[in-house]
């Protein structure tokens, strides 16, 4: 990477504990290495979480390399992958879908490349921490001047696949992405899909909100259309775009995973006002 003190992020599921010890192997191979440590706290083996931190995060980040790990399979035959992007950066991780949505978002894919040079790895590779032993020397060593080409064989990296929302006249069913620390819902929406559905939502707006619980019983609540939370009351739930552009579904200083049970909901149906579910 140019620049005197090249930038690296690290971003993971481990805790503080294991994530210190990859920032570690970075400053090693690369010490003079400017190494920020973007999160630890990902929920464990949510690859959809972690994707949408590093989509989020990483266009705020100074160019460089980006270490994003949450790999459910390590030790498996999936692949671990260098990808250049457009703007300039370089993700390192599995090939788990995980970098996909933050490659886009800064350019798209350049080229990607599979870690297979022994020479960018650690002398011992175990079969349950290539944080350590094969993603934080590759990343470091890109750092440090290492053309990705030289870390090994161009691939194609996998995408996320999340799933997309279903647009209806006046209905729209999301996926749920994940649950942040807050407790809300982030949702596979833009606004855009929004207006879709519903055309222009005016804040205040009520929808009608359907899920189902792990158990398959299904629940409905309705729920306003606001700008932001301070929109309602302490303890209320409302929908709003968030600042990374999903719709989100959450609760006035809670829980809406609590509040309004939504643990374990993986998809969302939201309807106009006065209709009737398809199976009424």
Known sequence: MSGSRPFVSIATDFGAAYTSIC????YTIAPGANVLVLSDEITPFDVVEGAMLLRQALPYLPVGVHLGIVD???????????????????????????LAPAADVLGGIVRAHVLENPAYRLPEVSTSFHGRDVFSPAAAHVAAGVDVADLGAPVEPLPLGLPSPVVGDGELSVPVLYTDRFGSLVLGAERDD????????????PLDV???????????????FE????????????LWIDSSGWLGLGVNQGRAADVLGLAGARTVALRATGRTTPHS
Not at 76 to 98: I, K, M, Q, S, Y
Not at 228 to 234: I, L, Y
């Open 210 to 224: 359907e899920w189902s619980v792990p158990d398959g019983t299904s629940r409905t609540a309705r729920v306003p």
């Open 227 to 238: 700008r932001t939370f301070g929109s309602v009351a302490p303890g209320e739930p409302l």
């Open 72 to 98: 459910p399979g390590v030790g498996t035959p999936r692949r671990p992958v260098a990808v250049e992007t457009g703007r300039g950066d370089v993700l390192v991780g599995p090939d788990n879908g995980l």
């Open 23 to 26: 920032a570690g192997v970075v």
């Open 194 to 205: 929004l207006a879709a559905a519903f055309g222009a939502l005016e804040p205040g707006t």
